[in-house]
């Protein structure tokens, strides 16, 4: 089973523990509407996808799971505030443009948000770097940086500073080790590999 495919059951079981049946659901980056179309199944969840992928939108359509192409901070405007109670940022965060406009956008639209990232501070990626010089290439990070896509690598700690800036509290949040099944009880920054976040407004509208 290779490490994507881990990550994705890795979403389903934490993502899914947490929302509730019959909840309204936005899923930011909803790639082919996998983790949608298991919502909806298990939870009888209203769910939505974005996605800016065509292809993958198809992929939705398949599936019988509501999706539509276009970009994430767009497909928010239309909706007034907190008309979800989920919306999800899983696997998504890193690929962001204007990352801090959509969560803030998120964080209105929807009363809590499911948010899912690689740490890009995890232990290996710094001792490489440190070795080496240059950015660590493995399944996590597969591409050389002249031939990525445009990224945002964010750390555990620079996202927990993040919300507390921004008027968002983490209510919950699972570290992941670095074969992301099992728990990271120490050093979350250093030592976890993936970590999902359930965030709230702790006041007011996130300011952006």
Same mark, same amino acid.
């Given at each position: 089973?290779?490490?994507?495919?881990?990550?994705?059951?890795?979403?389903?079981?934490?993502?899914?523990?947490?929302?509730? @049946?019959?909840?309204?659901?936005? +899923?930011?980056?909803?790639?082919?509407?996998?983790?949608?179309?298991?919502?909806?199944?298990?939870? +009888?969840?209203?769910?939505?996808?974005?996605?800016?992928?065509?292809?993958?939108?198809?992929?939705?359509?398949?599936?019988?799971?509501?999706?539509?192409?276009?970009?994430?901070?767009?497909?928010?405007?239309?909706?007034?505030?907190?008309?979800?109670?989920?919306?999800?940022?899983?696997?998504?965060?890193?690929?962001?443009?204007?990352?801090?406009?959509?969560?803030?956008?998120?964080?209105?639209?929807?009363?809590?948000?499911?948010?899912?990232?690689?740490?890009?501070?995890?232990?290996? #990626?710094?001792?490489?770097?440190?070795?080496? &010089?240059?950015?660590?290439?493995?399944?996590?990070?597969? +591409?050389?940086?002249?031939?990525?896509?445009?990224? #945002?690598?964010?750390?555990?700690?620079?996202?927990?500073?993040?919300?507390?800036?921004?008027?968002?509290?983490?209510?919950?949040?699972?570290?992941?080790?670095?074969?992301?099944?099992?728990?990271?009880?120490?050093? @979350?920054?250093?030592?976890?590999?993936?970590?999902?976040?359930?965030? &709230?407004?702790?006041?007011?509208?996130?300011?952006?």
């Amino acid at each position: 089973m290779n490490r994507s495919t881990i990550k994705r059951e890795v979403d389903f079981q934490i993502i899914s523990d947490w929302i509730e @049946p019959g909840s309204r659901v936005l +899923d930011l980056g909803c790639g082919r509407g996998i983790l949608l179309e298991h919502l909806i199944k298990a939870k +009888d969840v209203y769910g939505i996808g974005v996605d800016p992928d065509l292809e993958k939108i198809q992929g939705c359509v398949k599936r019988g799971v509501s999706a539509y192409q276009g970009d994430a901070l767009e497909s928010m405007h239309v909706y007034p505030e907190q008309f979800f109670d989920w919306v999800i940022i899983s696997r998504t965060l890193h690929e962001l443009q204007h990352t801090a406009e959509v969560l803030s956008e998120a964080a209105r639209v929807g009363r809590l948000l499911a948010v899912g990232f690689t740490n890009f501070a995890y232990w290996k #990626n710094r001792l490489h770097m440190a070795a080496t &010089g240059h950015r660590i290439e493995n399944e996590v990070y597969p +591409d050389p940086w002249f031939q990525s896509a445009p990224t #945002n690598p964010v750390s555990i700690n620079e996202f927990e500073q993040y919300c507390s800036n921004k008027g968002l509290k983490v209510q919950d949040h699972v570290y992941l080790a670095g074969n992301w099944r099992s728990a990271c009880r120490f050093w @979350p920054n250093l030592l976890a590999g993936y970590v999902v976040y359930k965030v &709230g407004r702790s006041e007011g509208v996130c300011r952006t």
